[in-house]
């Protein structure tokens, strides 16, 4: 099965080759940041940077108990999902009223567009919030092809199912997080790590001629 690798398959396989010089051959390790020993996920901070889907700051730190946001997550994804490179974006409509003149409104737009993320149900998306661990869980099965609406990711029980599958699928290896509270950009890198050896979802859907409906 098809799985996130594949997506960033050309600088995944520069990193996996690279991964024990990688040092010595210049590329990025967490020992380039200035608050590496910080870092608790370490493979994962210096995978997902290597692959350039995190960025560390401007300061040269990567300040890994600074809570992600939702705009940043929205981001996170796109890139991830086209090779650790931005996505030509071009001119997005506004999706969420927000979200308008937002740094990251082309790239909310864009993975809103995907299906891959939800707004607060009034419209809003809320960019400068914390991104929670379910939230950003949510995000990433809905990345991976999970369908909210076939899931239970949606409604008053969202959480409680995307968490369950989360488990199941074992996006929250490695990580000792309340779930319901803002996500670390050192939780982020595991939990976008986990999700590269996860297989997509494809679902199968049957057509009944006799009735002339279809099931998933």
């Known amino acids: 099965m098809r799985n996130l690798k594949r997506s960033l398959s050309l600088s995944l396989s520069s990193v996996m080759v690279a991964s024990m010089t990688l040092i010595g051959a210049g590329a990025v390790s967490i020992d380039d940041f200035t608050d590496a020993d910080e870092i608790v996920n370490t493979e994962a901070v210096t995978t997902m940077v290597s692959l350039g889907v995190i960025d560390g700051n401007d300061d040269g730190s990567y300040n890994p108990t600074g809570v992600v946001k939702r705009g940043e997550m929205a981001k996170l994804i796109a890139v991830m999902l086209n090779g650790g490179k931005d996505p030509t974006l071009g001119a997005t409509p506004v999706v969420f009223a927000d979200t308008a003149g937002h740094w990251a409104q082309n790239y909310i737009s864009y993975v809103a567009n995907l299906h891959i993320i939800d707004g607060r149900g009034d419209g809003t998306f809320g960019p400068n919030d914390d991104?929670?661990?379910?939230?950003?869980?949510?995000?990433?099965?809905?990345?991976?092809?999970?369908?909210?609406?076939?899931?239970?990711?949606?409604?008053?029980?969202?959480?409680?199912?995307?968490?369950?599958?989360?488990?199941?699928?074992?996006?929250?290896?490695?990580?000792?997080?309340?779930?319901?509270?803002?996500?670390?950009?050192?939780?982020?890198?595991?939990?976008?790590?986990?999700?590269?050896?996860?297989?997509?979802?494809?679902?199968?859907?049957?057509?009944?001629?006799?009735?002339?409906?279809?099931t998933g």
């Open 131 to 214: 991104v929670t661990g379910s939230e950003a869980a949510k995000m990433l099965l809905t990345a991976l092809g999970y369908r909210s609406d076939l899931e239970g990711f949606t409604g008053a029980n969202w959480a409680i199912n995307v968490q369950a599958m989360a488990n199941q699928i074992n996006l929250f290896d490695g990580l000792t997080i309340n779930p319901d509270e803002g996500l670390t950009r050192d939780n982020t890198a595991q939990m976008l790590y986990n999700a590269l050896d996860t297989d997509m979802v494809e679902y199968e859907y049957v057509l009944d001629t006799t009735s002339a409906t279809i």
